[in-house]
């Protein structure tokens, strides 16, 4: 039984280790820059537009890829660049958080791509209001 658990954990380790270089270590490694890491809704009705934008620059000197981006939350993750994003260039990441739960907006999402940081936190902040 041991022997099965020990196998099943190296495999396990191994799959996720070699799953995370597909795309880390294949692609150059770039910078980039977001204009804003934080969107602060403020205060807001309910129910109103939640969509908001995160832009960014490529600062590096390869090509930017955007392979996934992480939610914590009850947003949508509407856009994403699906492209290289040029050296110089500037692209976006739209979201949208759902106005409709009334109450505090602390949310985070997390971009993964050839990032020399591995991991960029973007944070949700605000307050939904109740209705009047």
């Known amino acids: 039984m041991k022997k099965i658990l020990h196998i099943f954990f190296i495999v396990a380790v191994t799959s996720t280790a070699l799953n995370a270089q597909n795309n880390s270590t ?5 910078t980039i820059k977001f204009d804003s890491t934080t969107i602060d809704y403020g205060e807001i009705k309910k129910g109103s537009d939640g969509v908001r934008v995160f832009t960014f620059t490529n600062t590096g000197e390869e090509l930017l890829k955007i392979y996934k981006i992480y939610s914590s939350c009850s947003c949508d993750i509407l856009s994403k ?9 500037k692209g976006e990441i739209k ?8 109450g505090p907006i602390v949310k985070t999402l997390t971009v993964y791509g050839n990032i020399k940081e591995k991991l960029i936190p973007l944070k949700l902040k605000g307050l939904v209001l109740k209705d009047s």
């Open 26 to 30: 294949l692609d150059p490694l770039t």
């Open 95 to 102: 979201v949208k958080y759902d106005t409709n739960k009334v």
């Open 81 to 89: 660049p699906e492209n290289p994003i040029k050296p110089g260039d």
